[in-house]
């Protein structure tokens, strides 16, 4: 069973520009969440979705934005690039079934804003 | 509020075994992880437990939970040096996404 992609690795973006990252969930995981890494505030939790609705959310501004689409594929979205938003940015799926929260996550997008 | 921590550094010999522990603060959690990350890698869940347990063995890993002094601890036994990576503890109070990690150890494993 393939694993959590997440699309594209690597990306450069200016300060001022938005971005969206994009993470296919393995088959069958309904619930997508995602994080940013940093050296400085280590693992944050962004966002959850679930059946297509934001079901949890994280201590971040409004320039960060999700969606989740009908076959579970999820998008999230930064607005006005800062420079404390480049990050490692990894997205986690997960089924979800009774006693089953077991969450795999993606090799990451790593972000650099200039 | 929700705090995990963890102590940053550990080192061992090729063959001993590693404990890396991990407190929490949130009494409401309900399961707790241990991941894995590599240099310029995503993270790769170990193992998890629920909090109505006290351990969990699987191969060369076992979790032990205190959940009267919210600890917990991973035990890796005969360490390896591809062993060698940065640790995270995590808590989820519900089913489904959030998790809080902690800071992460990192594991250096000498030959």
């Known amino acids: 069973k393939a694993g959590v992609t997440q699309t594209p690795r690597y990306l450069i973006k200016t300060r001022g520009q938005q971005v969206t990252l994009s993470c296919s969930p393995i088959s069958g995981h309904r619930s997508v969440s995602w994080y940013q890494q940093t050296p400085g505030q280590g693992l944050q939790f962004l966002f959850e979705y679930f059946s297509e609705t934001q079901r949890n959310k994280g201590n971040f501004p409004g320039r960060f934005s999700g969606r989740q689409f009908s076959n579970s594929r999820s998008e999230m979205n930064v607005s006005t690039l800062e420079l404390g938003d480049s990050a490692l940015y990894l997205c986690?799926?997960?089924?979800?079934?009774?006693?089953?929260?077991?969450?795999?996550f993606g090799p990451g997008t790593r972000l650099t804003v200039l | 509020g929700e705090d995990v921590e963890q102590s940053l550094f550990l080192s061992v010999r090729e063959g001993d075994s590693s404990v890396i522990n991990c407190t929490y603060t949130d009494s409401s959690s309900t399961y707790l992880y241990w991941y894995k990350q590599e240099p310029g890698a995503g993270l790769q869940l170990l193992t998890y437990i629920f909090s109505n347990m006290d351990m969990k063995q699987d191969q060369r890993l076992t979790v032990l939970l205190n959940k009267k002094d919210k600890h917990l601890s991973l035990r890796i036994a005969d360490t390896q040096t591809g062993d060698s990576a940065i640790y995270f503890c995590a808590e989820s109070e519900n089913q489904g996404g959030k998790l809080i990690f902690g800071q992460g150890t990192e594991l250096s494993v000498k030959p």
């Open positions: 986690a799926s997960s089924f979800l079934a009774a006693g089953d929260n077991e969450q795999f």
